[in-house]
């Protein structure tokens, strides 16, 4: 018994392997046309679906973007800054004066390769304004700038652009914690429920083994053979791991004690251990990959 129920290091799945853990399993069953006659045993099958369904929708509501009212108006603060940028260099087209008319032609030609930038998302829009703003401020514009008298349009984009940022690193960052606050608790129910499951299949079996009870024994360890195996080969993975960071700490020391010295028992300290729980860094991983 003792060897199926702790097969697995579950720290080391990641969430979608969890997800597919227990559903395989959930699949299998389903295949077999098993009619089961103990009713705890459907009560705990229903409680497990119950929370892979929810585990499920939690995973796919982590996948969607959302629109942030209040990204959204800083968003069309700067679309407003840009706007009004535009239409006060605009306002310089027919001057009659040299170098008002000259500045007029160098920032109108600027502008125009930037001319599609409003039709743009939040992030490419970003990727147009802050090399906008930065020609604007160099030496081959600064005089431009000056001259028709509209530093303060660059400076109201330039603050715009600037809170936009702020506040989308911010929404990014709670955003991201709180997703995996989220996705770690209902990994956690899901798994509480997988492991009532399994463990009373496995206990049954060693009190009153019946037929019925052998074959879902045999469903649960075919679902999880496959993570068995790699739960494997990543605790091998980590602990080789675990084992050049020593010796490449022990190589250290050698090297840097000096010559009198002859023992490394005052030199050498013990390597930190790795094995920190992945389940969290499992999900913020994930996070950042689908958005």
Avoid: W
């Amino acid at each position: 018994m003792n060897s199926l129920l702790n097969d697995i290091n579950y720290n080391r799945l990641r969430s979608a392997e969890v997800l597919q853990l227990v559903s395989r399993l959930i699949e299998d069953y389903e295949a077999s046309k098993l009619k089961l006659t103990d009713e705890e045993l459907k009560r705990l099958i229903n409680r497990v679906k119950q929370q892979l369904q929810a585990f499920q929708l939690v995973l796919e509501q982590a996948k969607v973007s959302e629109k942030v009212q209040e990204v959204n108006q800083l968003d069309n603060a700067r679309d407003k800054a840009f706007r009004l940028l535009t239409e006060s260099i605009k306002a310089y087209r027919y001057s009659e004066i040299v170098a008002e008319k000259k500045a007029y032609n160098a920032l109108n030609a600027l502008l125009k390769q930037y001319k599609d930038l409003l039709k743009r998302g939040y992030s490419e829009k970003s990727g147009l304004i802050i090399p906008l703003l930065a020609a604007l401020k160099s030496t081959e514009y600064s005089d431009d700038v000056q001259a028709l008298n509209v530093s303060k349009f660059v400076t109201a984009l330039n603050e715009k652009q600037q809170a936009f940022n702020t506040l989308l690193v911010e929404r990014s960052k709670e955003k991201l914690a709180k997703r995996a606050q989220t996705i770690k608790g209902a990994r956690s129910k899901l798994l509480e429920e997988y492991h009532l499951l399994t463990n009373y299949i496995v206990i049954m079996n060693d009190v009153k083994a019946s037929e019925q009870l052998q074959q879902l024994l045999a469903i649960v360890r075919n679902s999880r053979a496959p993570f068995v195996t790699n739960t494997l080969r990543r605790q091998t993975k980590y602990r080789n791991r675990d084992k050049s960071d020593k010796l490449r700490k022990t190589s250290k020391c050698k090297e840097e004690m000096p010559l009198e010295h002859n023992t490394l028992s005052d030199t050498i300290a013990e390597a930190p251990s790795t094995n920190e729980s992945e389940a969290t860094t499992a999900v913020i991983s994930e996070e950042v990959e689908n958005n």
